[in-house]
Structures are given as structure tokens and as C-alpha cells.
């Protein structure tokens, strides 16, 4: 039978890693740059990461990050300032950031078990109250979550979409592919 702890990790681990094969190969403007009106970014993506990570799964469990996070000590976070990167924030130390505090995350589901108790000081008073298990599916969602985006950002950038991307069709048949999706979608479109 599949250990369920081991089985969320290695969910964790696939999308941390997804993650950041979405940056490789781009320069530091392009990790940057805002590519939706909200300003959504790679680089930003895995600056906010960096944080739950630490979070989620470090102080919520009497385990502080070993580094200050300086939109956390600010209190510029809650004006989205772990949604991008500063411009004295290089690439490499945002990476290298998110790897050191999924470090630190894995150590701590390592070390504890999934019913262990947490508490997660930013929610409301009722939901604060937490374990170690609803907080690791919450990572598995929320990295999950902004690994998807990151695939569709990748793609708004350089046309790279997922790692599979050309096991499904070169450049003409995605452009083939991509005209049949419109052609369908023309079908209903309202015309004034």
C-alpha cells in the first residue's frame, strides 16, 4: 500500500520541480516581466513559493525560516510584493531562495507526522488551528496550482510549453491544432 505522506512529497517534489524547468533558458527580463494585466511573472511565481513554503511548512510548526524574508519584515507582502521580483533580486537568488526553503520544508515533513499540530498565525482565529497534513495538500495545491500558470506563461513568453511539448507535434501541427480550436470557438462568436 502507498504511504499517503510520501505519496503528497513526491506530488510536492514533481511540481517544485516543474516549477523551475519553466524558467531554464530565459533571461532575467523575460523570468521578470509581467505577461497578464494582474502582472503575473516566472520569477514572481516562485518568490511567492519561496514564502508558503517557509511558511505552510516551517513556522506554522515552530520552525522559523533561517533567513529574513524582506516583504515579510516590511509588510510589503500584503501589497503583492512576494509577487515579483525587486530589482536588486537576481534570478539566482530568488532560485536559490525557493531551493533553500523547500529544503527547509522537506526537513520538516522529514521529521513530523501528518496529524502533527500547526497553526498558521495569518488565518482567521477559527481556521488557525491546523496539521501538518492539511497544510502539505495545501502546498502540493497551491504549487500545483502556480506550475500551471508558469506553464502558460512560459508559452505566452517563447511558445515552450510543458517538458512534453514536442512529443505531441511540431511547430505546424501546433499552429494546425491551434486554427481548429479557433474555428471552433468562431462558431459561436457573437458578430454585431
Not at 516551517?58 to 515579510?72: C, K, Y
Not at 502533527?116 to 498565525?121: L, Q
Request: net charge negative; hydrophobic share 40%; aromatic share 6%.
Amino acid at each position: 500500500m502507498t504511504d499517503l505522506k510520501a505519496e503528497l512529497h513526491r506530488k510536492l517534489l514533481a511540481g517544485r520541480a516543474g516549477l523551475i524547468s519553466r524558467l531554464e533558458g530565459l533571461t532575467e527580463y523575460d523570468m521578470r516581466r509581467p505577461m497578464t494585466p494582474t502582472g503575473a511573472n516566472l520569477l514572481g511565481l516562485v518568490k511567492h513559493l519561496a514564502g508558503l513554503e517557509y511558511g505552510y511548512l516551517g513556522e506554522s510548526f515552530g520552525r522559523p525560516a533561517p533567513e529574513a524574508l524582506a516583504w515579510v519584515e516590511d509588510g510589503s507582502i500584503w501589497e503583492g510584493a512576494d509577487m515579483w521580483a525587486r530589482p536588486e533580486e537576481s534570478s539566482e537568488y530568488i532560485i536559490g531562495l525557493y531551493q533553500r526553503a523547500c529544503a527547509h520544508a522537506d526537513r520538516t515533513l522529514t521529521d513530523l507526522a501528518l496529524d502533527t499540530p500547526g497553526r498558521v498565525a495569518h488565518w482567521p482565529e477559527d481556521r488557525r488551528a491546523t496539521t501538518l497534513g492539511v497544510l502539505l495538500v495545501r502546498m502540493v495545491s497551491e504549487t500545483a496550482q502556480h506550475a500551471g500558470h508558469a506553464d502558460v506563461l512560459r508559452e505566452l513568453i517563447d511558445g515552450k510549453a510543458g517538458p512534453d511539448h514536442d512529443d505531441f507535434g511540431d511547430d505546424a501541427q501546433w499552429r494546425q491544432y491551434h486554427a481548429r480550436i479557433q474555428a471552433a470557438a468562431d462558431t459561436h462568436r457573437v458578430l454585431s
